[in-house]
């Protein structure tokens, strides 16, 4: 258990710097080329927050424990709503400052949605099909390439700007930590998982969810604390999207039989059906701050974080 608990501490701690720095030289890259805040949020930023989820599938992957990392998947995606947006709009509110959207993103709350009942379906049906994984897949790059070709050119102005030199290198150096930051929560979970007999489910839902959703939590209260609540916006939109039609995409590319193993749709519904009630929430506050500039509400901040200690009751 000492040495479960030592792993997990020390991906933790390493997915937080890595991710951090990541999303750092990722946001570099893509500022040289002129994207717009929007679409650096919800790729760049959003590919960097999703990365840990990503590594850490590929690696309860290779074991054929495809029940983890749906628990991983939904998990993520409901901490993200309801742990990440629910703490930066209980820092905003508390702070009694107004938010406001831009017009531009009434579209992608579409998208959000569209992507939530897409991934909804394909974990009713089969999230272990090949596919599957080539809908899910075909659909992400579908959905980049609007962001792509909507997005507008503007400066982005923050702390990375003047950091120039080497960015290549840093890059690929904090991708190679955040690689075995994933393996290290994953060999932990793995050891927690076998001590203690619990299911694949509730350990992807919480020990991989909470450990791969912190760089999410980190990147919204350092962006909110900034005034810079568009592009929190877009991280989120971008992460969820990106954890359901990317990360959910890659158990079915190995073709494991294995994979399915202990999987049971029915035992996941209620939380699939907690995942789009705040998606819809979410979605509907967001609209409602594209429209007019609104006080941050304390209320739905406490509505976020209790919704994941309440399915925290039904993964269990």
């Known amino acids: 258990m000492i040495i479960a608990t030592l792993a997990i501490a020390a991906g933790i701690a390493l997915i937080w710097v890595s ?45 054929s424990k495809g029940s983890m990392v749906i628990g991983n998947v939904i998990g993520s995606n409901v901490a993200n709503l309801s742990l990440v947006f629910g703490a930066m709009l209980l820092v905003v509110a ?15 709350l579409l998208i959000l949605l569209s992507s939530s009942v897409l991934v909804w379906v394909i974990i009713a049906i089969d999230p ?16 980049i390439m609007f962001w792509y070709k909507n997005g507008t050119s503007e400066d982005i102005q923050d702390e990375v700007a003047t950091d120039t030199n080497k960015v ?22 793995n050891l927690i998982l076998n001590k203690f007999s619990l299911g694949q489910l509730f350990i992807g839902y919480t020990v991989l969810a909470i450990g791969t959703s912190l760089p999410e939590i980190a990147a919204s209260v350092s ?24 990360v959910l995409a890659i158990p079915g590319l190995f073709r494991d039989n294995e994979m399915s193993s202990g999987w049971s749709y029915s035992e996941w519904s209620p939380l699939l059906l907690i995942l789009f009630f705040i998606t819809f929430i979410f979605a509907a506050y967001i609209f409602a701050l594209s429209k007019k500039e609104r006080k941050a509400s304390l209320f739905l901040s406490f509505i976020f974080l209790s919704s994941y200690f309440i399915s925290l009751y039904f993964a269990y």
């Open 128 to 143: 272990f099909n090949f596919i599957s994984s080539l809908v899910l897949l075909i659909s992400l790059v579908l959905v």
């Open 223 to 246: 962006l909110a604390l900034k005034g810079r609540y568009e592009t929190v916006s877009g991280t989120l939109i971008g992460s969820n999207i990106f954890n359901g039609l990317c």
């Open 19 to 63: 991710a951090e720095k990541l999303e750092k030289y990722s946001v570099l890259t893509a500022k040289k080329f002129g994207f717009s805040s929007f679409f650096i949020g919800s790729t760049v930023i959003a590919f960097g927050t999703s990365a840990p989820e990503m590594l850490t599938t590929f690696f309860v992957s290779l074991e």
């Open 94 to 108: 508390l702070r009694k400052l107004k938010i406001q959207q831009d017009q531009s993103i009434q579209k992608n």
């Open 168 to 189: 290549s290198l840093k890059l690929f150096t904090s991708l190679v930590f955040l690689v075995f930051a994933a393996w290290l929560i994953t060999y932990g979970a």
